[in-house]
């Protein structure tokens, strides 16, 4: 079974531009999640998307958004680029089950898009 | 609010030393899963383990094994006769989506 992939894994872009990641998910997982890894504030939670919904969100501004597609592929876009932007985003897919109401279930990473802001 | 802390920032020991990485987290709910994760050098997180919180069972696979305390809110990783390929970052995580900072280890030959 093939795992998650992303596209692209680097990309350089400068202040004030726009950026989109994508992200196809492990077969047959139909959530999403995604996450900012940088050194200063580890690796944190954007959002998670499941049956083309946004289920969970983290605390990022509204320049960062994604949405999810019927065959569960999934796209981050970060808006007006900042340098506090460069980072390594990774997804990671699941089935997407939850256990009391929450989403609990593992989850498999993707390689990660190394995205870099001058 | 969940919160995980990994209060080791990084870890240095010689190879076929034991080594325990240490994961306490904060939480008021009653039923929880928690992960472990490892990322190597080359940035991939690898799933290692998931548990929740009725089964306090410590788990063994290999040379690794998990203590789940309830009653502590830990849940401790032991490298037992640690290799260098077990050089990475290891976070443990709550619930999915919180993860702690993070546990830098490195295995000298």
């Known amino acids: 079974k093939a795992g998650v992939t992303q596209t692209p894994r680097y990309l350089i872009k400068t202040r004030g531009q726009q950026v989109t990641l994508s992200c196809s998910p492990i077969?047959?997982?139909?959530?999403v999640s995604w996450y900012q890894q940088t050194p200063g504030q580890g690796l944190q939670f954007l959002f998670e998307?499941?049956?083309?919904?946004?289920?969970n969100k983290g605390n990022f501004p509204g320049r960062f958004s994604g949405r999810q597609f019927s065959n569960s592929r999934s796209e981050m876009n970060v808006s007006t680029l900042e340098l506090g932007d460069s980072a390594l985003y990774l997804c990671?897919?699941?089935?997407?089950?939850?256990?009391?109401?929450?989403?609990?279930?593992?989850?498999?990473f993707g390689p990660g898009t190394r995205l870099t802001v001058l | 609010a969940q919160k995980v802390t990994q209060a080791q920032t990084e870890i240095s020991v010689v190879e076929k030393e034991d080594v325990t990485l240490d994961c306490v987290y904060e939480t008021r709910d009653t039923t929880y899963y928690l992960f472990w994760y490892k990322q190597p050098p080359s940035g991939e997180l690898v799933f290692l383990i998931r548990?929740?919180?009725?089964?306090?069972q410590n788990e063994i696979s290999g040379r690794y094994s998990w203590n789940f305390q309830k009653s502590t809110s830990s849940f401790n990783f032991t490298i037992t006769a640690s290799q260098v390929v077990d050089s990475a970052v290891y976070f443990c995580?709550?619930?999915?989506?919180?993860f702690g900072s993070g546990t830098k280890l490195n295995v000298k030959p």
């Open positions: 998307y499941f049956s083309e919904t946004q289920r």
């Open positions: 077969s047959g997982h139909r959530s």
């Open positions: 995580a709550f619930n999915k989506f919180y």
């Open positions: 548990r929740n919180s009725f089964d306090e």
């Open positions: 990671a897919s699941s089935l997407g089950r939850l256990a009391g109401g929450h989403s609990t279930d593992t989850q498999y």
